[in-house]
């Protein structure tokens, strides 16, 4: 089983409370294909420039991802500059250089063509629909955005809205989504757009996932479903927790033969899983130093953090 994700392969700039890095490879794409890998085969749909080395391609490399679709041009790759405050759920972005990125015309290749599952990273709506629109069969298509192409881009968010299957979104954006400040509700206006199932990031309290009627072939008994974060003494860098849950979250569902409630709960546990190892160190260092041992271990932690018996 593959996925495809499309995203931004970037640079980031990143200052926290614990520290500050520059540059450090980053990208939604890049955060959620390597979550992913500890699952299934990724392939990477992106552009970079010049300033992206075979250093940094070896990243994905080692952990198996293919990257045979990701464009190189003339430029720099896209840059986010950002910081996080004492609120460590909220990054601020300081600057956003598209470079490479505006004028991007994803083309995917022939060799993709047969990826059985999509996931369309945090990139401007139009893309994120060019992309869809290729892959007509796909089995399941994800997507996430953000704020950003929110407020500006409404227009090309509600085309690529129409044919998701799940929407991954952090609750802000979900209410500005929404226009409702009750999540409850917003998560219903958001279904309505078009997306089957809404899995809504609390950051560090974990994650809700919301089913409408459509979510499932045989329909599901309870329209809601949490699932923790571990708690954590010190959250290093924050940056590509989301792209790390839903890495995991649809990495171990690309893994599983038959897509059911039950799997789209546990999916959302290796969500977790994956979210909380990012967040221990800048940029995609945690990733790349990351083992299955330890994945099978926290996901027990997960289970124990949150499993009682009635006495
Ligand atoms: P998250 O997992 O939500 O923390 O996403 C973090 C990643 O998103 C960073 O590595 C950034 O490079 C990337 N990013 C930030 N802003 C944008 C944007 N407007 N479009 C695409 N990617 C972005």
Known sequence: MSILVVGSVAFDSIRTPSGAVDRCLGGAATHFALAASFFTQVRVLGVVGE??????????????????????????????????????????????????????????????QDSEFLFLANIDPVLQHQVRRQMPRVRMVCGDTM?????????????????????????????????????????????????????????????TAFFGDHSFPGGVRNRFFRAPALPLA????????????????????????EITPGQFKRAMFYGGVMGSFAVERFGTERMQALSREEIDQRFASFQELSHFDAE
């Open 234 to 257: 010190e959250v290093v860098d924050p940056t590509g927790a989301g792209d790390s849950f839903a890495g995991g979250f649809f990495g171990y569902l690309a893994s599983q033969p």
């Open 147 to 207: 704020n950003y192409w929110i407020t500006g881009h409404q227009q090309g968010l509600a085309r690529v809205l129409r044919d998701l299957d799940v929407l991954l979104i952090n609750d802000g954006e979900a209410k500005l989504l929404g226009e409702e400040a009750n999540l409850v509700r917003a998560a219903e206006r958001i279904m309505r757009m078009g997306p089957k199932a809404l899995i809504v990031k609390h950051g560090e309290y974990g994650a």
């Open 51 to 112: 300033d992206f080395t075979a250093e940094h391609e070896a990243i994905f490399h080692a952990r198996g991802i293919d990257t045979n679709g990701i464009e190189r041009v003339a430029g720099n790759c896209f840059h986010w500059t950002g910081e996080y405050r004492e609120n460590l759920n909220e990054a601020h972005t300081l600057r956003t250089d598209l470079n490479v990125f505006e004028h991007f015309q994803p083309k995917i290749p022939d060799a993709y």
